[in-house]
DNA sequence: CGTCCACAGGAATGACGGGCGG
DNA sequence: CCGCCCGTCATTCCTGTGGACG
């Protein structure tokens, strides 16, 4: 095969690849479909609270609930822009600002983007948060609006921080004079309402609209409705999509994840040069999604972490039922020796391993040994070849990981 | 049946870098 | 360039606790 044969075969296949997707961008999670199937009952209940504000009415405020991929922000996003229109066929004075407080990060940004949103500049830091709270209600005063504010995943500003925040805000009405303000708290946590002030709760969850999981009939008709634009006709498998949806069902009727098991088992057909998605390829989908989170996570690291991480590995290749907080501070100080870097405390470990447990690299345990104290037992629950290959690229660690990887595949105790 | 281990995990505080206005 | 305010990481001190042992 001379040279230009192997590029005429490269260009080939590519431009054949187009065999199975119409449109990839139909499935990413942050496209908004107009048609949100199985959501009827909530976007009638989200519409009718919004509704006044067409008349020149505040809206009551409201609490949505529901886990994630249960369409919260997609309904949330529709209702309001359709809302938009709307106010400006009467020309009413409706705003709406949304913002995502996982991304968005802190109190003091939240406002800063609410001022963004309605004109007025603030810079990125430098002010305290009571300054730019003050600029925005000025700010907000000034412009006679009525002005809904969308704190996606609140869960995530109220847990860390407190809920000072909202209390703020529920309570500007009082000293607005020309504007309105009407807040939506999305959160993916039913019991954030225990963390809550009484009289924030009260005043937040004005209407609460709660958003069920979906079964595995309703994320298939989802899948479905999104294949025909997604897809080439018959490009997708019955079976395919319906284990998708299955898949997805059995974690927490989440389509995000369904969508994205479809998406990538569509890319793993296309690297297979098939035209049509399989079973079999959302299997494997299942398994890279998973695999990337994976490795993304520890690469993502502190050295700290990737320390702890190793400790456990070793610990569990000694011994699987013996590994415990204490045993892992005394490995973890003596592989910090060899590196040498000062060992942070043990109770900063115990929250490392904490932040592991909930990435799903650890598991752990609180659990009782009488006499012998009370402690946690601490489990890998991810292949260990996967770390030793993540953090064989570490500079710093290559070392350490050689040698305990040696130990693995002697098979021996060293 | 009380004790007491070996921690869990909350609260307060400090150290430090980034980014701003003045 | 200083002083101020953030957010993040880390330490220090602390109170709480399930259950085997005596």
Not at 61 to 75: D, E, L, Q, R, S
Not at 167 to 186: F, P, Q
Not at 235 to 263: M, V, Y
């Amino acid at each position: 095969m001379d040279n230009t044969d192997i590029l005429e075969d490269v260009f080939e296949k590519f431009l054949n690849k187009t065999k199975i997707f119409r449109d990839r961008e139909v499935l990413r999670h942050d496209y908004l479909p107009d048609k949100l199937p199985h959501r009827e009952e909530q976007i009638r209940q989200l519409g009718e609270t919004v509704a006044p504000v067409l008349k020149g009415a505040r809206s009551s405020n409201i609490f949505i609930y529901g886990k994630t991929g249960t369409g919260k922000t997609a309904v949330t996003k529709y209702v309001l822009s359709h809302l938009e229109a709307k106010a400006k066929e009467s020309s009413a004075p409706v705003k709406f600002c949304y913002t995502n407080c996982q991304i968005t990060g802190s109190e003091y940004r939240v406002f800063a983007g609410l001022c963004q949103n309605i004109g007025v500049p603030v810079p990125f830091t430098g002010l305290s948060v009571g300054e730019v709270y003050d600029r925005f209600k000025a700010g907000l005063d000034s412009s006679r609006v009525i002005f809904i504010i969308v704190l996606d995943e609140v869960d995530a500003l109220i847990k860390p921080r407190g809920d000072s925040l909202l209390y703020e805000l529920t309570r500007i009405n009082e000293t607005l004079g020309k504007s309105k303000v009407s807040i939506i708290g999305i959160s993916n946590d039913l019991r954030l309402k225990e963390f809550l002030d009484p009289r924030v709760l009260s005043s937040l969850s004005e209407e609460e609209i709660v958003f069920r999981p979906y079964d595995a009939s309703e994320l298939r008709s989802i899948l479905f409705e999104r294949v025909k634009s997604a897809f080439f006709d018959g490009a997708l498998s019955d079976g395919a999509l319906c284990l998708c949806a299955a898949l997805a069902a059995a974690e927490h009727g989440d389509a995000r994840r369904a969508l994205d098991l479809l998406r990538v088992a569509g890319e793993v057909a296309e690297r297979k040069d098939t035209n049509v998605v399989t079973e079999e390829h959302v299997r494997e989908a299942e398994k890279n999604i998973e695999h990337n989170r994976v490795v993304e996570t520890l690469k993502n690291l502190t050295l700290h972490s990737k320390l702890v991480v190793l400790s456990v590995l070793k610990l569990n290749r000694i011994n699987v039922h013996r590994a415990i907080t204490g045993e892992i501070y005394e490995v973890y100080s003596e592989l910090s020796g060899e590196l040498g870097v000062a060992p942070l405390t043990q109770r900063r470990l115990s929250t490392l391993v904490n932040e592991l447990d909930s990435m799903g690299i650890l598991s752990t345990k609180v659990i009782s040994m009488g006499r012998y104290g009370r402690t946690k037992r601490i489990r890998l629950e991810i292949v260990r070849t996967l770390v030793s290959d993540v953090f064989a690229g570490d500079t710093r660690l290559g070392r350490l990981v050689d040698y305990e990887m040696k130990c693995l595949s002697n098979h021996s105790s060293c």
